[in-house]
């Protein structure tokens, strides 16, 4: 295989699949929904008119959940 000069040295990695020890979690696909509401990020599509804060405290109130925060706001232009 033909490699550009800046590529010499460099080594393929390949993802293999492991199995995960029970002990230490599940594979994401395996958690159930209460797991993924307990542990997960929702990601919401926020539109114009209510704040972070306040669609934090929908979600809230909706899922019925302690917890809920943002991590910040993207602005389109």
Do not use: C, W
């Amino acid at each position: 295989m033909n490699k550009l000069p800046y590529e010499k040295g460099r080594r393929i990695l390949t993802r293999e699949e492991a199995e995960t020890n029970s002990r230490y979690g599940k594979r994401p696909e395996e958690r159930t929904i209460e797991e993924n509401l307990d542990f997960g990020i929702l990601n919401l599509n926020k539109q114009q008119g209510p704040t972070s804060h306040q669609v934090s405290d929908y979600v809230k109130k909706i899922l019925n959940v302690k917890r809920a925060g943002h991590s910040g706001t993207l602005v389109l232009a």
